[in-house]
């Protein structure tokens, strides 16, 4: 039998998470400390473990225990860094206190996502433990703990280069990504595309215009073309049932070095964000983008693409989600509920390599990036009990009985 998952011990790591600052910025502290703090963790509680740099002060992680036995290859995924906590006078707590009140625990991190990876942890050291105790499970669970999620994700995709998402050439069995989803099976994400489109004028005074080529107006006619390629792909591509319709939206826009009100400038920056969903092919954006660009009279333009993340859709009939449907039954008493991931997680590359994912995690999936951030403490212990589970059903032996 699978022993209890104790309380304590996953509030606990949740809150000594949340009170160590891994803000991913100039002039804080990255997410080194608290990947070198997991490693001591787990490598006390017996697991194999692996630390390797992707850049000054961020480390990415792995920690493994292998049953001995020829079997499946589980991987449980959460990351280190958070995102900025913004101003302080807009919370109502100490954003890295990691405070306990009112049924929840409070701070930046809380839901995105140190919950989850706390609770992915204190679930593997659980089965662990009942392993050694007898319980008949055979093949590996894998923690992977990456730096760098909120950015450019070169924490994953160091991992899946090295080929930590693999044992022996073959893509691990499935990946159980733990954001903060309410606890909602996501067979689902939306792709992203992060997008430069840069336009080439000459400075000149603004007085005198003609003696330059001023590039905003032919960012202004992109931007009025790109809101009109838009309405005809959310016209003509189905609204998703669980990630609704796909955006193109302009984030940034710039003119200028050091702008001026009377200096015209020599180049324009404007940037998007593009999210897609399964079925929008992510070649055809970048041709019809390229396109409106061209189409501009006597624009001198750049495309950069910065980022490209495919969408992600899993099959509803894969082991890893009846697994999942059967201890959400077992262990939260109710049916499972499915949804959608509206933005990419590290899982976007677990997929891409060829590992099924599934996301599901503690936490309002609206929370993360906001002041007053926190996950409901009922929520962060059911996760743990719902992974310890999970992963006893997924790598059960045949005799085995839970």
């Known amino acids: 039998m699978i022993p209890e998952i104790k309380a304590d011990a996953v509030i606990e790591l949740a809150q000594q998470l949340v009170q160590m600052d891994s803000v991913a910025a100039p002039n804080r502290p990255h997410e080194e400390?608290?990947?070198?703090?997991?490693?001591?963790?787990?490598?006390?509680?017996?697991?194999?473990?692996?630390?390797?740099?992707?850049?000054?002060?961020?480390?990415?992680?792995?920690?493994?225990?292998?049953?001995?036995?020829?079997?499946?290859?589980?991987?449980?995924?959460?990351?280190?860094?958070?995102?900025?906590?913004?101003?302080?006078?807009?919370?109502?707590?100490?954003?890295?206190?990691?405070?306990?009140?009112?049924?929840?625990?409070?701070?930046?991190?809380?839901?995105?996502?140190?919950?989850?990876?706390?609770?992915?942890?204190?679930?593997?050291?659980?089965?662990?433990?009942?392993?050694?105790?007898?319980?008949?499970?055979?093949?590996?669970?894998?923690?992977?703990?990456?730096?760098?999620?909120?950015?450019?994700?070169?924490?994953?995709?160091?991992?899946?280069?090295?080929?930590?998402?693999?044992?022996?050439?073959?893509?691990?069995?499935?990946?159980?990504?733990?954001?903060?989803?309410?606890?909602?099976?996501?067979?689902?994400?939306?792709?992203?595309?992060?997008?430069?489109?840069?336009?080439?004028?000459?400075?000149?005074?603004?007085?005198?215009?003609?003696?330059?080529?001023?590039?905003?107006?032919?960012?202004?006619?992109?931007?009025?073309?790109?809101?009109?390629?838009?309405?005809?792909?959310?016209?003509?591509?189905?609204?998703?049932?669980?990630?609704g319709k796909p955006y193109i939206t302009p984030t940034v826009l710039e003119a200028g070095s050091l702008p001026q009100l009377n200096v015209m400038p020599g180049e324009a920056l404007l940037a998007l964000d593009v999210r897609t969903v399964p079925g929008v092919g992510h070649a055809s954006i970048h041709r019809r983008l390229q396109e409106i660009l061209a189409q501009i009279p006597n624009a001198k333009t750049s495309y950069e693409i910065i980022d490209d993340r495919p969408w992600t859709q899993t099959d509803p009939n894969s082991h890893i989600v009846e697994v999942l449907e059967t201890a959400i039954r077992e262990v939260l008493g109710r049916e499972p509920v499915y949804g959608g991931v509206p933005g990419t997680t590290d899982g976007t590359f677990l997929h891409a390599a060829g590992v099924p994912i599934v996301t599901i995690g503690p936490g309002d999936r609206e929370i993360p990036h906001q002041a007053n951030e926190f996950v409901k403490l009922e929520e962060l212990v059911c996760s743990a009990r719902l992974y310890t589970k999970a992963i006893a059903l997924f790598l059960a032996s045949h005799n085995t009985v839970l």
């Open 33 to 243: 400390a608290v990947a070198l703090f997991l490693a001591k963790y787990l490598e006390a509680a017996g697991f194999a473990v692996q630390l390797e740099q992707v850049s000054p002060q961020r480390l990415n992680l792995m920690a493994s225990f292998d049953t001995g036995k020829t079997g499946k290859l589980l991987i449980l995924e959460g990351h280190t860094d958070v995102v900025i906590e913004g101003e302080r006078s807009a919370w109502n707590k100490d954003p890295f206190s990691g405070e306990i009140s009112d049924g929840c625990l409070w701070g930046r991190g809380a839901a995105d996502m140190k919950g989850g990876l706390a609770a992915a942890i204190v679930a593997a050291i659980t089965i662990r433990q009942a392993v050694l105790e007898g319980l008949d499970l055979s093949g590996e669970l894998r923690l992977l703990i990456p730096c760098d999620e909120e950015g450019m994700m070169s924490g994953i995709k160091q991992m899946v280069r090295q080929g930590w998402h693999s044992k022996d050439g073959r893509p691990a069995d499935a990946a159980i990504i733990c954001e903060p989803e309410e606890l909602e099976i996501c067979l689902f994400q939306r792709g992203g595309i992060r997008i430069a489109m840069r336009f080439h004028g000459k400075q000149a005074h603004g007085a005198m215009p003609y003696a330059g080529i001023n590039p905003i107006p032919w960012l202004a006619q992109a931007v009025l073309h790109i809101g009109q390629f838009e309405a005809e792909l959310q016209a003509s591509t189905p609204i998703h049932p669980m990630l």
